[in-house]
């Protein structure tokens, strides 16, 4: 017969297994989807790319970036959290050095379809 010491011990693991998947699905950064995502600024100069914005809901912290260039087509995706150990909010300020020729749009490209992307630049008139 299991002591209750076995259950005890056993049901420790169990709640520090659930709670060690909660602080990794808190802190971990993930791609965010285009839709939550709010630019304020876009600027493609000659030697330098300037992107600014922030999350459209207050609950997300900004985390980074990644990039993909493709046949004259920047995607930029933005990655966030909902936790962060840094005293981060959602706002965000890239700069990159423009090393792509033949640029003609950037994206804000999330992490589902190909359709969930935003159009940061050239913006529409």
Avoid: H
């Avoid at 300020?93 to 630049?121: H, T």
């Amino acid at each position: 017969m299991l002591s209750s010491k076995f259950y005890g011990f056993g049901a420790a693991v169990a709640l520090a297994l659930l709670l060690a998947g909660v602080a990794v699905f808190l802190f971990w950064p993930r791609t965010m989807s285009a839709d939550v995502v709010f630019l304020s600024k876009c600027e493609v100069r000659d030697e330098a790319i300037t992107v600014r914005g922030d999350f459209a809901d207050s609950a997300n912290k900004y985390r980074g970036y990644k990039l993909r260039y493709n046949d004259g087509i920047l995607y930029i995706q933005i990655r966030g959290s909902l936790l962060s150990l840094r005293d981060s909010g959602g706002e965000f300020d890239i700069a990159l050095p423009n090393r792509y020729d033949g640029l003609r749009e950037i994206y804000i490209q999330g992490a589902g379809a190909s359709s969930d992307r935003l159009l940061a630049w050239p913006r529409a008139s």
